[in-house]
């Protein structure tokens, strides 16, 4: 996977993406681009190592003041972290719903 491509965001039982993991698929990424370790991002952002593992492998929904200050520790804007988010979210779900309707079009073809 090269640095612009990003992982499938896992999805809940309804087949939509679910926020925390992509937030949290954002995050680490973008942690990882700038080369920093966990521990780095969590000290700034006053959150233990362990927890902001948890939140960027999608385990916890972190409170706003805490995404607020992780957004800090990695120089980023709440609106930053949104609109990545979003545009995950978009693609992830635009990707799932043409798939979708592939696999309809082919079963209905089958079924004929």
Known sequence: ????QTAPVPRASTGEPLW???VGGFL???RN???ETLDD???R???SPQYLSEIERGRKEPSSEVLAAVNG???LTLLDLTVAVARTLHRETAHHDTLHRSTTRTMLALAA
């Open 28 to 30: 680490r990424r973008t």
């Open 33 to 35: 681009r700038r080369g």
């Open 45 to 47: 952002a006053g959150v």
């Open 41 to 43: 991002v969590a000290t």
């Open 20 to 22: 925390r993991d992509a």
């Open 1 to 4: 996977m090269t640095e612009h």
């Open 73 to 75: 520790a990695l120089d």
